[in-house]
């Protein structure tokens, strides 16, 4: 059976094997493949939940690694308590054949394996500038795994990867005992692209000089989406990028383009909307700044998007939010979990923590704006509006 990005199958509870290949396969010596064991918070619980060329197994002997043959052999009668996910990744050694980008690949391949079970999870490489990849995962749900099928890139190669779930690689690793010669040590880059987990938050620490502008970019799916009986078309999707904003000092405001409340930066809310892509037809689509060297007077800022007109359901509109202040990575949300009888969607919620930006994808749907202000308490009065 093969699975497309997001799909997910049942695996069983016994031995799983896992093999990642790739074409052209002479170009297999380049890539590192790793498993990250991964508690409820999306963390690994120590060092030995890292399995990689330098550390074939985790101590329970629930994942083995044969790092020649790229494969894992996944004993699920054995993942310790509190392990929830196990997380199957590739990285790029660029010190072998000089390869630096999955785009130097044509395809990539995630296969599971059991007396049971035979999953296929193929990745077509073409235009990926990433140098990691998060394959899939084996996740825990109501006492059963499954396999879920990814295909998520990330920018910096392995380091800034496993600092992702919690491991500290601010030291070399030691070489496989069968290589040549020792590995660098990983340099120590930030990673510049991280795709949000739902309510598995991060914190963005505040630069030195402070963060800046920060921007919030929404963008979908452009064209004309068919609707009725006959397979008519409408205009192009139109949806609306909007905040609620609440300060320390217990002020609040609503920034969105219903009603021409399009914000100020200079001065409170220290937000504003860019315009309103009625179409989808930019390439940019709808971008919202906060001044992040303001960030002190925020209290939490609620990033939502409704559809104003023209689309059917969220899955035509393949929605993505992105967050990006200067000197922090690309936070990414996509909107991959859809309803269709609701036109609100409360995406992410930033918070002010401590001075640091906390992020967390929301991805949850509402009938109208009042059902979600009554959700996160906000206690607007609303009525209705045009723009």
């Not at 509190?82 to 980008?101: H, M, N, T």
């Not at 049971?116 to 109501?142: C, H, K, W």
Request: with cysteine.
């Amino acid at each position: 059976m093969d699975l497309q990005s997001g799909q997910n199958a049942p695996v069983g509870g016994g031995l799983v094997r896992l093999a990642l290949t790739c074409d052209p396969p002479n170009q297999a010596a380049s890539l590192d493949v790793s498993a990250f064991m991964l508690n409820a918070a999306g963390r690994v619980s120590g060092d030995g939940g890292f399995v990689f060329y330098g550390n074939p197994s985790d101590p329970a002997g629930a994942v083995r690694l044969d790092p020649v043959a790229a494969t894992f052999q996944v004993d699920l009668a054995r993942v310790p308590m509190g392990i929830e996910r196990v997380v199957i990744a590739l990285s790029i050694d660029p010190g072998v054949a000089g390869l630096r980008a999955f785009s130097q690949f044509r395809a990539l391949r995630l296969s599971a394996t059991s007396p049971n079970v035979d999953l296929q999870f193929p990745v077509v490489a073409a235009g990926m500038t990433e140098s990691a990849l998060i394959m899939g995962e084996l996740y825990l749900r109501n006492g059963a795994w499954k396999l879920r099928a990814l295909g998520q890139g990330f920018v910096g190669g392995l380091a800034p990867l496993a600092r992702n779930y919690g491991v500290d690689v601010s030291e070399a690793a030691p070489a496989p005992a069968a290589a040549p010669a020792q590995r660098p040590p990983a340099p120590p880059t930030a990673p510049s692209r991280i795709d949000l987990k739902k309510r598995e938050p991060i914190s963005l620490e505040k630069p030195a000089k402070g963060f800046g502008q920060i921007e919030i970019n929404l963008n979908w799916t452009r064209g004309q989406v068919k609707r009725g009986l006959f397979g008519g078309k409408s205009g192009g999707i139109d949806l609306d990028l909007g905040c609620m904003v609440e300060h320390a000092d217990g002020d609040k405001d609503v920034i969105q383009a219903l009603g021409e409340r399009f914000g100020r930066l200079d001065a409170a809310p220290f937000a504003k909307l860019l315009g309103d892509d009625r179409t989808g037809e930019s390439d940019s689509g709808e971008t919202l700044l906060i001044n992040g060297d303001r960030w002190a007077a925020f209290k939490r800022v609620l990033i939502y998007a409704f559809i104003y007109d023209g689309a059917p359901h969220w899955a035509a509109a393949n929605a993505v939010v992105t967050v990006q202040a200067p000197g922090s990575p690309e936070l990414v949300v996509a909107l991959d979990e859809h309803s269709t009888g609701k036109g609100m969607c409360a995406i992410a919620l930033l918070e002010n923590d401590g001075g640091r930006i906390r992020v967390t994808k929301l991805v949850e749907y509402f009938a109208a704006h009042p059902q979600m202000d009554e959700a996160y308490r906000f206690g607007f009065q609303w009525q209705a509006g045009r723009k």
